[in-house]
């Protein structure tokens, strides 16, 4: 009898030793209760307890954690239905508000979430939707982080994954979507004809311009170079009158011999004229010879230094032979 007492004792002394001893793991804390009111926190590491006294009645971690939030209906402000689901992600800072403050706390944040997301979503047109997503999380972050504070949770990011509308709304999508290709490729289309046009205008409208310069320095280049040469044969002239005339002052024979070609070139002339279809001969009477060489004399001015042209000295010649 003894033994059996004393075996008893033994393992109630067992029992209650290895009850005492708590082991919280890593990221991990524990909450006591004592008689039905909260005692203390446990913390990672060894812990004492006071055996069928203290009860440990709620565990959870303090990493964070990732929240799948199922898809939701919602309704925008133009009245289209949509799918939202999204992504939460949370963690518990206070363990004993996580517990005491609310029930069943990871219910209470999806609820809490879906409620938000729908709030958001009715503020919204479709459109914005889709262009909006960064503004919509950062309003949700904000949102569920201030709804959870009581709870001692903090909320670290909100992702919306899928924003889907309902079947007819693709559809009709894919048609605004694919008018509106077709108005750009439009819209390209014509830009690229009138562009091509444009510079079709101005290559011709240059090329006139560079044809009409080219044309006129040709001219200007033609008109300078006749003109040169109007100088040089000018020149040319000048010398070759000064040469003559240099030359019928020292030798008589000189002058002579240029009347007698200049009074044969004369008659030649005549004779070209007499033999024109196309041309009016006037015939001289040779009686009047005399005068008419006289009135030739005096239509030839003299010559700068007041010499006697070569012309006068032809017409004095024909004068003298006219008169013998």
Excluded at 86 to 103: L, P
Excluded at 106 to 126: P, Y
Excluded at 222 to 241: G, H, M, N
Excluded at 265 to 284: A, H
Aim: aromatic letters at 6%; hydrophobic letters at 40%; one cysteine or more.
């Amino acid at each position: 009898m003894g033994e059996f007492v004393l075996l008893v004792f033994l393992a109630l002394g067992g029992s209650a030793l290895a009850g005492s001893v708590k082991i919280v793991n890593e990221k991990n804390e524990y909450l006591v209760e004592s008689l039905g009111s909260y005692k203390k926190k446990l913390e990672s590491g060894l812990n004492l307890v006071t055996p069928f006294i203290d009860k440990v009645v709620y565990k959870e971690t303090i990493r964070e954690k990732v929240l799948d939030v199922p898809p939701q209906s919602c309704i925008t402000k133009d009245n289209v239905g949509i799918s939202v689901d999204a992504v939460v992600y949370w963690r518990i800072m206070d363990m004993y508000k996580a517990y005491y403050k609310v029930e069943n706390l990871r219910d209470a944040i999806v609820n809490l979430v879906l409620t938000q997301i729908r709030s958001e979503m009715g503020k919204l047109e479709l459109d914005q939707t889709f262009t909006a997503r960064s503004e919509i999380n950062e309003i949700l972050l904000r949102e569920l982080d201030l709804a959870t504070d009581p709870w001692g949770v903090k909320v670290t990011r909100v992702e919306l994954r899928d924003i889907v509308p309902s079947r007819a709304v693709q559809d009709s999508m894919e048609l605004q979507m694919a008018a509106e290709r077709k108005k750009r490729a439009a819209i390209l289309t014509s830009e690229g004809e009138r562009d091509s046009a444009v510079n079709s205008a101005q290559g011709k409208a240059e090329a006139q311009v560079l044809d009409a310069e080219a044309q006129k320095k040709a001219a200007i280049l033609r008109a300078e170079a006749q003109a040169q040469q109007e100088v040089l044969k000018a020149q040319a002239t000048a010398r070759a009158l000064d040469i003559v005339t240099d030359k019928l002052k020292s030798d008589p024979r000189a002058r002579e011999a240029l009347q007698f070609l200049l009074a044969q070139n004369y008659l030649e002339m005549g004779k070209t004229i007499g033999s024109s279809e196309s041309s009016k001969v006037m015939f001289m009477d040779p009686r009047n010879m005399i005068s008419t060489l006289e009135g030739m004399r005096s239509m030839v001015g003299d010559s700068k230094n007041g010499e006697t042209s070569s012309l006068n000295w032809e017409l004095d010649k024909i004068d003298r032979h006219s008169a013998g």
